[in-house]
């Protein structure tokens, strides 16, 4: 007590003060060592279930890889471990076995009746875990204490020549931060091969409670005359990114929520995650290997998609003006396809369904903006684009993906800028890969190094077999 009334005077506080602040840190402390400890008893299980299912499965085979798959992309072969979401072509994405509608229903809430928080999906993609609210609050507090940048991050980003994309500054931010990385550290330091996941968890930790200041800073440099708005204290991760960006009612907070929730992780062949886990394959810090994502998110088959919907949704309300009809619309579509063009936002290489994360952006428009003249289009398309596509026959899937409707949601709210849609997609996808590695490196994955072939060698192998 007689220290604590030094540092009272020390510091000018009052007693409920410095208590509560005493309070603030032991809780921080006890969330930060409850989440880690979870992972240092779960770690050695997994090792152990890896282990066995190399000795009892590893001559077995997955697949067989066809020529058009290697010449495709590697779509659909079986050759990379994900332990953090899986996509289910009936369900849609679960996350650590979860749907969207269990994590809207299991995970803990700002408000009753509310969207789930990220840091509760964060917690259970490390764990498996579906935590309490408590303990969501508490790491909650835990990023708020990570979340500080350093000084030299706003002078680059400021230092960045005007119209620099958002997501060329998102990349350079990242990278910006690598010189604090603790496992580049411990790695030059010569941290034995089993550590390797502490300083990657800690890395991982701090790089997503520092994201949403990094985007805040880049929206309001590109956007908003450069004025930063500080954290709010009392605020949760995604609400205080929709604060920091200028955005304070509670619905915006509310789409925050969710939109960072739902984008959070798509299992681990599409471009970012996978980018993300070949790059860190290598030992790269979490900073290089999130950067390599980023710059294949960036791409318009990938997380530009939401943008470019929202651009052709504007361009049917030009040409459809007031409130079309569902036969207006099915004409629109028609000639949209007949121009060679595809139905931005429909169709998806995995799912046989309509992908449940639109579903629950639907459902939150339904909600809060029913009367919305751009929802009511998407409405309206969402009637009629899979009827037009089963007609074609030439689509396996023509139901809409997630890109089908975020954008809608961010310009109702004001968040007009599409350049920047990405950036947001980018602090979601954080969630799901760098939780991704730091179970990689717990489970000691080796670097990946598929084995490629040259056209040639494809013509001798089955040209041999033919002519026999």
């Known amino acids: 007590m007689r220290g604590n009334r030094g540092l009272q005077t020390v510091l000018g506080l009052s007693s409920r003060t410095l208590a509560s602040c005493w309070e603030v840190a032991s809780r921080s402390l006890s969330t930060a060592s409850e989440l880690k400890s979870v992972l240092q008893e779960k770690i050695p299980k997994e090792q152990e279930r890896l282990k066995n299912i190399k000795k009892n499965y590893g001559s077995q085979e997955l697949g067989k890889v066809k020529v058009e798959q290697a010449i495709g992309g590697m779509r659909g072969i079986p050759g990379l471990l994900w332990e953090t979401s899986l996509l289910d072509p009936e369900e849609g994405i679960k996350f650590r076995g979860y749907s969207i509608p269990d994590l809207q229903m299991k995970l803990p809430t700002a408000t009753p009746g509310g969207e789930p928080l990220p840091e509760g999906l964060l917690w259970l993609l490390l764990t498996g875990e579906i935590p309490s609210k408590s303990q969501v609050e508490g790491l909650s507090q835990e990023l708020r204490a990570r979340a500080k940048l350093p000084a030299h991050v706003g002078k680059t980003l400021a230092s960045l020549p005007a119209g620099t994309h958002p997501m060329t500054q998102f990349s ?243 968040i007009k800028e599409e350049n920047f849609y990405t950036v947001l997609f980018g602090v979601s996808r954080s969630l799901g890969v760098l939780s991704q590695g730091v179970w990689s490196r717990a489970l000691g994955l080796p670097i990946e190094r598929p084995k490629s072939m040259t056209m040639e060698e494809i013509e001798k192998k089955f040209a041999a077999s033919q002519a026999a």
């Open 172 to 414: 350079i931010a990242v990278l910006a931060l690598q010189p604090t990385s603790e496992f580049a550290k411990a790695y030059s330091e010569g941290i034995h091969k089993t550590k390797y996941w502490e300083p990657v968890y800690e890395d991982s930790l701090n790089l997503i409670a520092k994201l949403p200041a990094v985007a805040a800073q880049i929206y309001n440099n590109t956007y908003k005359g450069g004025k930063q708005i500080a954290a709010d204290p009392n605020l949760d991760w995604a609400a205080n990114l929709a604060h920091m960006m200028g955005y304070d009612d509670e619905e915006v907070l509310e789409l925050m929520r969710l939109y960072q929730t739902i984008h959070a992780d798509h299992e681990g062949g599409n471009v970012s995650a996978h980018a993300t886990h070949l790059v860190g394959s290598a030992l790269s810090d979490p900073y290089y290997s999130f950067s390599a994502g980023m710059a294949g998110l960036a791409g318009p088959l990938h997380g530009l998609a939401n943008q470019e919907v929202l651009r052709w949704l504007v361009d049917v309300k030009k040409e459809l003006s007031g409130t079309p009809s569902a036969d207006q619309v099915k004409d629109f579509v028609w000639k949209t396809l007949k121009s060679g063009r595809v139905i931005p936002g429909y169709g998806h290489a995995v799912l046989r369904q309509t992908d449940p994360r639109y579903i629950c952006q639907r459902e939150f428009a339904q909600k809060h903006l029913p009367n919305d003249e751009m929802f009511q289009l998407v409405s309206k398309l969402y009637e009629v684009v899979p009827g037009v596509l089963t007609e074609t026959g030439k689509v396996k899937n023509p139901w809409p993906n997630v890109d089908a409707h975020s954008g809608v949601l961010l310009q109702y709210y004001g």
